[in-house]
């Protein structure tokens, strides 16, 4: 391949030369005649005035970037100052176009003049000799020299032609040699060189390891957390709590001494649960834990009253759906996996209510129960009545179910408080630091601020939210600054559907291409397992070699399907996407339930996951190119 290039390049040049060659000899021949000279006095035109009359004599000199540094650990100045954005240009010095006429421009009218347009007194006849001599010399050479420049031109063609056909086969060339060439000029290299500028960050990511596992950072994720949540509690949206754990996060960043922050207004959804029960009346008197869902219509103040039907399926109520009339519907569907059996949660209360039901009451989604409900969204559907629903037990679910194939009788008074407002006033929460050379280019990391209103909201997903200020605290600690800008993003209202996120990507889309990749932390922050990630492959290469940085703390590892409710929107609009994978049976094990408590989370786990979330975000900020798309 290289003696391919060698070949070409020396055949190109080989071929300018002879052309040039035969013009430079042409030139010499015309323009080379002192017998004119001597008889007329007409003295040669340098052929540079005539090259900067023409438009091609300016020689243009660009400056040659200065070589990248290499990457020793990182001795960057204090994040808090700002720094303009780099730019850089080429300057180019030529020579000002002259302002006459070209030969080619000389008309034979404006050279041959007749004696009486020379008003020349016909006495003077030295002078007519002269005159007539260098005239006609005159016109001799323009004629010569308009020859000359004709020569040049197609000389300049040729060399066009020569050009066009050395990027071509440089393209194909380039193709061949594993660098296609991009728009932009911007030529990618091989992914041997990728790999190659990656292990460069090997000091720099155990500098980060190092202070978030074992240095004066250790824990700091989980303190912040912990003063935060017994501070203010479960962070509903459209809940005072919510939006004071929203000013109390924006004067955090601030004192962090992060850069850019602000809130970024939002309308969210304000649901409120109020007073709730249910009480099993037959085959006997049983009270039942239970949790509305959010959005869920009350009943009426005497609560709805009614004989129950059990069913594992939407198929099994489809079947049974004339025994559904005037009955409340049970779910107890089995758990497969969360994004499965979710759709009983999200769908129940609509399916049930196209068959008559008066109310639905659904097994929580959970891998494990020790008879907690776990409460989440629900959706109502244009057209179907909306009936009241919320979320029961695992064990009630089965008892019931049991009690049904015994051919048991059941019945139940559920009552439910519950109520949707107008929409309140909330806000995204964004810092960032600012990119060293492509400021305008992002790498976004997250975690939603708002929660349910039972537990703490710790885990979920207050965890995410922090190991994500976390990630920004630690690279501004070590004094790194990446060349894009790291934004931290904590979302409001991800619980209602993602109804901050939704906004604020609105508010961004248009800077949809300056996206590197986004990032959200929402499901644990217990001992990850690895990153999810999606996009094209060779940014999935990318992000695997990235993550074999993480050795030393044993997270190597990249699963498929990167997602986040906050960050599908940019997924879905080809952006890169990640999100931190670990203990889901854990997780689902407390998540929007009353264990959602700071007892549930391990901090030095929480310092293994920060220290992920913070190596992943800053390499690929830093790296020299964007995440490559589809």
């Keep these: 391949m290289r003696r391919a290039w060698v070949l070409l390049a020396l055949g190109l040049a080989a071929c300018a030369a002879a052309a040039r060659a035969e013009l430079t000899s042409d030139k010499d021949m015309y323009l080379d005649n002192s017998s004119v000279e001597e008889a007329s ?11 900067s009359a023409s438009g091609s004599g300016a020689d243009e000199d660009g400056e040659s970037p200065e070589p990248t540094a290499s990457r020793p650990l990182p001795n960057a100045g204090p994040t808090s100052a700002v720094p303009a954005a780099e730019a850089t240009t080429l300057k180019t010095r030529g020579k000002e176009p002259a302002q006459t006429e070209s030969p080619e421009e000389i008309g034979e009218d404006k050279v041959r003049l007749s004696d009486s347009e020379r008003k020349v007194d016909p006495s003077d006849e030295d002078a007519n000799v002269y005159t007539e001599k260098h005239s006609d010399n005159l016109f001799k050479r323009t004629e010569v020299l308009a020859d000359y420049f004709r020569r040049k031109t197609n000389w300049r063609k040729s060399m066009e032609f020569l050009l066009f056909t050395f990027v071509g086969v440089v393209h194909l060339l380039s193709l061949s040699s594993g660098k296609p060439i991009y728009k932009n000029d911007i030529s990618r290299r091989t992914f041997q060189e990728i790999k190659e500028e990656i292990a460069s960050y090997r000091d720099v990511a155990k500098a980060i390891i190092d202070l978030a596992v074992y240095g004066k950072a250790q824990n700091r994720s989980y303190e912040r957390l912990a003063l935060l949540v017994d501070t203010v509690g479960p962070r509903p949206s459209g809940s005072r709590s919510l939006e004071k754990a929203i000013q109390i996060m924006y004067q955090n960043l601030r004192e962090d001494g992060l850069e850019n922050v602000h809130l970024e207004p939002v309308k969210i959804p304000h649901w409120e649960r109020g007073e709730e029960s249910a009480v099993m009346l037959e085959p006997r008197i049983h009270r039942m834990a239970i949790l509305g869902l959010g959005s869920s219509i009350g009943t009426p103040p005497e609560g709805i009253t009614a004989e129950v039907l059990v069913v594992t399926s939407f198929e099994e109520l489809q079947r049974r759906a004339p025994e559904a009339r005037g009955k409340i519907v049970v779910y107890n569907q089995p758990y497969v996996n969360y994004s499965t059996t979710v759709q009983y949660r999200v769908q129940g209360a609509v399916e049930a209510a196209k068959v008559g039901a008066l109310a639905s009451l ?94 703490q909201g710790a885990m979920d997903d207050g965890g995410g939210a922090f190991i994500s200020w976390e990630a920004l605290s630690l690279i501004k ?30 508010l961004h889309q248009a800077n949809v291409s300056n996206y590197s990749l986004v ?112």
Excluded at 41 to 51: E, K, N
Excluded at 398 to 412: K, L, Y
Excluded at 484 to 492: D, F, G
């Design 41 to 51: 006095g007409v003295y040669p035109i340098d052929d540079d005035d005539y090259a």
């Design 362 to 455: 659904i097994r929580s989604v959970a891998s494990f129960s020790i008879y907690s409900p776990h409460t989440g969204i629900q959706e109502y559907q244009d057209g179907v009545p909306k009936i009241p629903t919320a979320c029961i037990t695992v064990e009630d679910a089965e008892m019931m179910s049991r009690m049904a194939s015994r051919g048991n009788r059941i019945v139940i008074q559920l009552k439910m408080g519950a109520k949707n407002y107008p929409d309140a006033d909330s806000f995204n929460t964004v810092a960032e630091i600012i990119g060293s050379k492509y400021p305008e280019q992002v790498v976004l990391v997250s975690g939603h601020l708002d929660s349910w209103d039972v537990g």
């Design 477 to 506: 600690d070590l004094g790194l600054r990446p060349k894009r800008t790291l934004r931290l993003v904590l979302w409001t209202a991800e619980e209602q559907g993602g109804v901050g996120a939704f906004q604020y990507y609105l």
């Design 519 to 630: 990032m959200e932390s929402d499901l644990g922050t217990f001992l990850p397992s690895g990153l999810q990630f999606t996009g094209s492959d060779e940014a999935r290469a990318i992000v695997e070699e990235v993550m074999r940085l993480l050795q030393p703390v044993n997270v190597t590892r990249v699963f498929r399907a990167g997602e986040g409710t906050d960050i599908n929107f940019w997924i879905q609009a080809g952006v890169p996407g990640a999100s931190l994978l670990d203990d889901l049976y854990r997780y689902f094990s407390f998540h929007h339930s009353d264990g959602d408590t700071m007892t549930a989370l391990d901090p030095k786990q929480m310092n293994v996951a920060a220290a992920v979330w913070a190596v992943v975000s800053y390499v690929i900020a830093d790296m020299e190119e964007m995440l490559p798309r589809s």
